[in-house]
C-alpha cells in the first residue's frame, strides 16, 4: 500500500485523471457556461438584465419564500430533534419516516399535493375563499410548497448529532435543577451548533433553487409570483438567452457563496468534534 | 409512574412534541390527506385507464430508462470518485471534494439551461459531438446526461465514509501473497462497499425519477420519445386535469416508495458494516 509501484502509480493517476475529467465536463464547464452566456453580449445588457424591474421582484419573492422556510424549518427541525432524539416514545420510527417523505416525492407531486389541498375542487375551498385567500396561483401557495421541499433539511442534520451525544449531559443538569432554556443553550447547543448551520445553509440552497413544486403553484404571473428559477424558464423559452443566464448567474454565485459556506461548517465542525 | 419520571428527567418533552406535530401535520400530513382522499374518490377503472394511455406507458419507459442508466453511470464513477478522494492525495482535492456537493446547491433550472446550451449543436460539447453525428440536448442521451448531473453526490457520499473506515490490512496481506489489483478489487473491496454503493445508486435513481427542473430544458419533450412522466403530470395540471395528474403521480410515488424501502433495506445492512458489525 504503501510502497508505491510503477503500476500502482499509474493507475493513481489515471484515476485521478478520469475524476477531474468528469468533475469538469459534468460540473464545472456548466457554470463557465453560465458566466460566458451571461456576459455574451457586453456588461451593459448583463446590467439591464439582472437590474430589470421583474428580476428584483423576483428576487424579493425568492428571498421570502427562501425566510419564511428556513423559520419553519429551523423550528420544526430543533422541536423535532430534540422530541425524537431525548426522549423514548412509541411510534419514533413512524415519525421519522413521515418527516423524510417530503423529500422522497418528486417536486411536481408535491405541487399536485398543495393544489389539490388548495385549490378549487377541495372542500375547503369555499371557506378559503370567504376569507379572500389564495394559495394557489398566488405567493402563499409558493411559500408553502418551499417549506415543505425543505421540510426534513434542518433536522435531518440535528438528529444524528444529538443521537451520538446521548442525554446523560441533560439529564445531569436538569437533576441539579437547571431549567430547560439553560439546558438546550449551555450544553445542547454548543453540539448541534456546527450541524445546525449547516442545515440551514443547505435549506436555503434548495429554498431559492426549487423549481418544480413552486412551478406548478405558481401560475408564472410576472412580477407577482415570478421567484427567481421560474424567471430564468420564463426568459429561456422567449429566447432571451443572455437575460436567462444573467439571471442565473445570480444563482449560480449564491451557489458557490454556498459550497464554501459549507465547505467552512464542515471543516470547523471536524475539528470541534 | 416513577418509571415515567425516571425516563423524562429532561424538561420540553409535551411542547417539543406538541411543536413537533403541528407543525408536521400542518405541512405534511394535512396535505398528503387530501391526495389519499382524492384518490379515494376516483374509480380503479379510470386510474387503469389514464395509465395505460400509450402517451403515458411511453413517458414511463423515459423516465425509468433514463434515470436507471444515470444512476448506473453514477454509480461507477462514485466509487471511483470516492476511491480517489479517500485513498490518494493530490493538488486542489479539498476542492474537487467541495464540487462534489455542487448539484444540491445550483437550482437544477440553472443546471438544465446550462447543460442544454453546452450540449446543443452550437453549444461546445453539443457541436463536437455533432461532428460525428451524435444529437445530445433534445434526445434521451440529453435527459441521461442531466440526470447524471443530478445524481453525482449520491454514491461518492454514501461511499466515501465505508472507505474511510475500511481496514487496509486485508488489501496489504492480500497484495503481498500476490493477488493481483483487479482481485484486491473485487474479492476484499468492493464487498465492503456494496451496500453502500446500492444504497447510494438507490437514492439517487429515486431522485432521478422525479426529477424535473433540469430536465425540460434539454429534453425537448417530444411524445413518446422525450417526455418523462413528471412532465407529463405537468402537463395534466395546466389543463386542470387532475384525476389523470393524480393517478399518473400514484405510480410514481409507489415506486418512489418501493426504492425507499429497498434501500432502507439494504442501509441498516451499511450501518452494521460502519458500525463495524
Known amino acids: 500500500m504503501h510502497e508505491e509501484t510503477k503500476g500502482s502509480k499509474l493507475l493513481k493517476w489515471f484515476l485521478i485523471g478520469i475524476s477531474a475529467l468528469f468533475i469538469f465536463l459534468m460540473l464545472v464547464l456548466p457554470l463557465i457556461t453560465v458566466i460566458v452566456e451571461a456576459f455574451k453580449s457586453g456588461i451593459e445588457t448583463y446590467w439591464e438584465a439582472v437590474s430589470d424591474d421583474y428580476t428584483i ?12 422556510a428556513v423559520l419553519i424549518n429551523t423550528v420544526f427541525g430543533l422541536f423535532a430533534s430534540w422530541a425524537i432524539t431525548k426522549f423514548h416514545f412509541k411510534g419514533k420510527k413512524l415519525l421519522t419516516t413521515l418527516i423524510d417523505i417530503p423529500v422522497t416525492v418528486s417536486p411536481i407531486i408535491a405541487g399536485l399535493i398543495f393544489v389539490l389541498t388548495y385549490g378549487r375542487q377541495s372542500i375547503i375551498y369555499p371557506a378559503l375563499q370567504d376569507m379572500g385567500i389564495q394559495v394557489v396561483f398566488a405567493v402563499p401557495g409558493i411559500v408553502l410548497a418551499t417549506i415543505f ?61 426549487e423549481f418544480g413544486a413552486v412551478s406548478v403553484l405558481s401560475g408564472h404571473l410576472r412580477g ?29 454565485m449564491l451557489a458557490v457563496i454556498i459550497l464554501i459556506i459549507r465547505s467552512v461548517v464542515e471543516y470547523r465542525g471536524k475539528k470541534a468534534a | 409512574m416513577r418509571k415515567k419520571a425516571n425516563k423524562r428527567v429532561i ?40 395509465i395505460t394511455r400509450d402517451r403515458v406507458i411511453a413517458s414511463f419507459e423515459v423516465s425509468f430508462l433514463t434515470s436507471f442508466i444515470a444512476s448506473a453511470i453514477n454509480a461507477v464513477m462514485g466509487v471511483v470518485l470516492a476511491w480517489v478522494l479517500v485513498r490518494y492525495d493530490f493538488p486542489f482535492k479539498r476542492l474537487l471534494d467541495g464540487m462534489i456537493e455542487l448539484p444540491f446547491a445550483l437550482p437544477t433550472a440553472v443546471a438544465g439551461i446550462a447543460l442544454t446550451s453546452l450540449t446543443a449543436n452550437t453549444g461546445l460539447i453539443g457541436s463536437f459531438f455533432d461532428k460525428f453525428g451524435i444529437q445530445i440536448a433534445y434526445t434521451r442521451v440529453g435527459i441521461t446526461v442531466a440526470l447524471v448531473f443530478i445524481g453525482i453526490p449520491f454514491v461518492v457520499r454514501t461511499v466515501q465514509p465505508v472507505l474511510e473506515k475500511l481496514d487496509s490490512t486485508y488489501e496489504e496481506a492480500a497484495g503481498v501473497l500476490g493477488a493481483s489489483r483487479i482481485k484486491i478489487f473485487w474479492k476484499i473491496i468492493f464487498p465492503e462497499i456494496r451496500p453502500a454503493v446500492f444504497t447510494g445508486f438507490g437514492l439517487a435513481f429515486g431522485r432521478c425519477l422525479g426529477e424535473y427542473g433540469s430536465v425540460v430544458f434539454i429534453a425537448g419533450n417530444k411524445p413518446y420519445e422525450t417526455e418523462i412522466t413528471p412532465l407529463i403530470i405537468m402537463s395534466e395540471l395546466q389543463e386542470y386535469d387532475y384525476s389523470s395528474a393524480t393517478a399518473i403521480a400514484l405510480v410514481m410515488l409507489l415506486a418512489a416508495f418501493l426504492i425507499l424501502f429497498g434501500v432502507n433495506i439494504i442501509q441498516a445492512r451499511n450501518t452494521k458494516i460502519l458500525k463495524g458489525g
Open chain 1, 57 to 68: 421582484k423576483a428576487v424579493l419573492l425568492t428571498i421570502e419564500a427562501t425566510l419564511c
Open chain 1, 149 to 209: 421541499v425543505t421540510f426534513p433539511f434542518i433536522s435531518r442534520e440535528l438528529i444524528p448529532v444529538l443521537e451520538a451525544q446521548g442525554t446523560d449531559e441533560e439529564e445531569a443538569a436538569a437533576l441539579m435543577g437547571a431549567g430547560g432554556f439553560t439546558i438546550f443553550r449551555k450544553i445542547t447547543f454548543p453540539h448541534i451548533k456546527w450541524a445546525f448551520l449547516y442545515g440551514i445553509v443547505l435549506c436555503a440552497a434548495r429554498a431559492m433553487g
Open chain 1, 224 to 252: 407577482k409570483t415570478n421567484t427567481l428559477p421560474l424567471h430564468v424558464e420564463i426568459l429561456f423559452n422567449e429566447f432571451k438567452y443572455v437575460p436567462a443566464f444573467a439571471v442565473s448567474s445570480i444563482l449560480v
Open chain 2, 11 to 50: 424538561p420540553f418533552f409535551g411542547l417539543s412534541m406538541g411543536v413537533t406535530l403541528t407543525i408536521l401535520s400542518l405541512v405534511v400530513l394535512i396535505p398528503l390527506a387530501s391526495l389519499v382522499i382524492f384518490t379515494a374518490q376516483m374509480s380503479w377503472s379510470d386510474i387503469v385507464a389514464t
